[in-house]
């Protein structure tokens, strides 16, 4: 059995990066949408007992990205795929992974089984919110990491008194993972979400002051978690500058301009989400997610252990 690869369109470049890496062309195909809105699409090539990769991140607005990966691995089956594995550097809904009140839905959960009905077998997905979203899913889960990436870019930067920092509860395991990367202690942000874009961080644990902290998270949406976290270390006695790093850059909104506002903020992450545009008025530096996801690719093609790969030390 042959391997194929077929993009959406939300991370065209990557798409065609991680097929370089592979030595392999993207399936053609095209894909628009009809006046009203659906999704128009046609495999302009055979995928016939083929082991396919459909790359899609759903990056904002999350149900359009979600819904031409539906459509893609639909097509794939429908046209023989023997195969499919969805290759999803950024997957929404991975937040909603728990219900915090009565009456809500679980939002992951039910990405996992409309996933599943439309014929994934398999996911591949970067810095998951939380890895115990691997439950919601009914198939397998490789759950790549691109911490060791960001670390490497990080290491040049990082200064000898910094001190990582967890910008709420949920990140801690992150930030320890980027400690040990780093040899660098851990600090938390006690943060308390009161809206999708506002939260409130309470206090600091841990000694921040004199030292330079770098903020990790997995993700950064509005901005305002980070916006929060920077405020909360400064008036703790946090020293400029201030490294803010997040595997993938959501930048939803006026993010950028918030996190610019911080002044001496540099930012770093990862290319899960293809930005529209460099955010302006930060230094930004970003590792890319190709290799790893070329070779988790090949790897699981060729029924090969990708344990060492997915990068979870
Ligand atoms: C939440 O638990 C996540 O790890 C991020 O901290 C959060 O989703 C970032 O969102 P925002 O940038 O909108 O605060």
Request: proline share 5%; charged share 20%.
């Amino acid at each position: 059995m042959n391997f194929s690869i077929v993009s959406g369109t939300t991370n065209e470049p990557l798409a065609a990066e991680i097929a370089r890496h592979l030595g392999h062309s993207l399936v053609p195909r095209t894909l628009r949408r009809f006046p009203d809105g659906e999704i128009d699409l046609h495999l302009d090539q055979s995928v016939r007992g083929q082991d396919v990769y459909v790359i899609q991140s759903t990056s904002p607005p999350v149900d359009e990205p979600l819904a031409e990966l539906l459509f893609i691995v639909d097509a794939c089956r429908l046209a023989g795929a023997e195969r499919v594995t969805a290759v999803v550097p950024y997957l929404g809904y991975a937040r909603q992974d728990r219900r915090s009140r009565a009456r809500e839905p679980l939002g992951a959960r039910l990405v996992g089984k409309v996933l599943a009905s439309a014929g994934v077998d398999r996911l591949v997905a970067i810095d998951l919110h939380s890895a115990a979203i691997e439950g919601c899913f009914a198939f397998p889960v490789e759950h790549m990491t691109a911490v060791p990436a960001l670390a490497k870019l990080l290491r040049p930067m990082a200064a000898r008194n910094g001190v990582i920092v967890s910008p709420d509860l949920g990140a801690v395991k992150l930030a320890e993972r980027y400690a040990r990367e780093l040899e660098l202690p851990v600090a938390v942000v006690h943060k308390q979400r009161l809206s999708g874009s506002e939260v409130r961080a309470i206090g600091v644990i841990g000694d921040v002051a004199g030292r330079e902290p770098i903020v990790v998270d997995d993700m950064i949406s509005t901005g305002a978690t980070i916006e929060a976290a920077v405020g909360a270390l400064r008036a703790a006695g946090a020293r400029l500058p201030t490294i803010v790093v997040a595997t993938h850059l959501l930048l939803v909104g006026d993010a950028a301009a918030r996190i610019a506002a911080l002044s001496s903020c540099r930012l770093v992450g990862s290319d899960t989400v293809l930005l529209a545009e460099p955010p302006a008025g930060i230094e930004t530096s970003r590792a890319s997610v190709a290799w790893l996801l070329s070779q988790a690719i090949y790897s699981l093609h060729c029924d090969r252990t990708i344990t060492e790969l997915a990068g979870h030390a």
